[in-house]
């Protein structure tokens, strides 16, 4: 049974054998056997459940067909992942790495036949109705809030860029007077702002409530009508202006929209809690011993008693 655990790192062992002390050499199989054995105790369980379920005719179909998924589909999948054109090229690289398209294949029949068998028992409802679905939308409605946003254009003029406030203040005028006279906000972000956006004429994205860092400035621009200019706004640092050119409500995705990515999200809790409920049913009526159990029971003898 061990052969099998490591049988697929036998060509890495080997290399690994001879470039370390032979107790860290045995501390790295021991740890690789500890560590793959509760997947192949699963997968034997459920080999034995099959065996002891299925019918010979139901038994000798799923042989065929997983023969042929190996000749069509596994054979090709290494000699790509190998780089060979051939099966018999392939076993050539597989036996340098003490391999073989035999061990491949017994490898892929158990591995196979353990996952079939387990999407046969472990299938749970195909599909829910839409009330289902609904109501777990409904519980989890929090999951599909969309915060409001807006797309906006600001001025920003620079104290310091205009050597202090009072110059800066001069430059603000300008920009005013030519807002007024009804010249173009992007124009006017392009030619006087000293924001990271001017040369984009002022745009900004869609921008979320929160995430400036100026309380007033977004104020304004989730309560301005769409198309409106602000008041000047006189940060620590610059004078501001901003404009809102398209704003959406906070709200929800729609539930038709993730209608179907939530059905399948259900389906697929369904069958894992059957996977774990079948494996816990199987667990229960085998009796299993490893040879960590005496690991556990030495630690369990070495541990101090509670004071």
Do not use: C
Request: aromatic share 8%; proline share 3%.
């Amino acid at each position: 049974f061990v052969s099998d655990i490591i049988g697929v790192y036998d060509f890495q062992l080997k290399q690994a054998e001879q470039r370390m002390p032979p107790e860290e050499y045995k501390k790295l199989r021991r740890a690789l056997v500890k560590r793959d054995l509760k997947g192949h105790i699963e997968r034997q369980l459920l080999i034995h459940e099959m065996k002891s379920t299925l019918k010979k005719e139901q038994l000798d179909q799923l042989q065929q067909h997983l023969e042929k998924a190996f000749e069509e589909e596994r054979i090709p999948e290494l000699q790509k992942g190998i780089g060979v054109n051939s099966p018999q090229e392939l076993e050539e690289k597989l036996n340098q790495q003490g391999r073989s398209l035999y061990s491949e294949k017994e490898l892929f029949m158990k591995q196979q036949s353990a996952i079939q068998f387990m999407a046969v028992k472990a299938k749970a409802t195909d599909d829910y109705g839409r009330e289902e679905v609904l109501a777990r939308y409904k519980a989890n409605i929090k999951e599909y809030e969309v915060p409001s946003k807006v797309r906006w254009q600001r001025i920003r003029i620079s104290y310091a860029k205009h050597g202090g406030k009072d110059k800066a203040i001069a430059v603000l005028d300008e920009v005013i007077h030519k807002l007024q006279a009804g010249e173009d906000f992007g124009e006017l972000a392009k030619k006087y702002s000293d924001g990271t956006r001017s040369e984009k004429n002022g745009q900004w994205g869609w921008t979320s409530r929160g995430s400036l860092a100026e309380p007033e400035v977004e104020t304004a621009l989730f309560e301005l009508p769409i198309g409106k200019t602000s008041q000047v706004f006189e940060t620590p640092n610059s004078f501001q202006i901003v404009k809102v050119n398209d704003r959406k409500e906070a709200g929800h995705i729609p539930f038709a929209d993730v209608q179907n990515k939530l059905e399948q999200s259900m389906i697929s809790e369904a069958r894992m809690k059957a996977t774990k409920e079948i494996l816990e049913k199987l667990h229960a009526k085998a009796v299993i011993e490893t040879i960590f159990d005496l690991d556990e029971e030495d630690e369990e003898s070495t541990t101090p008693a509670a004071q």
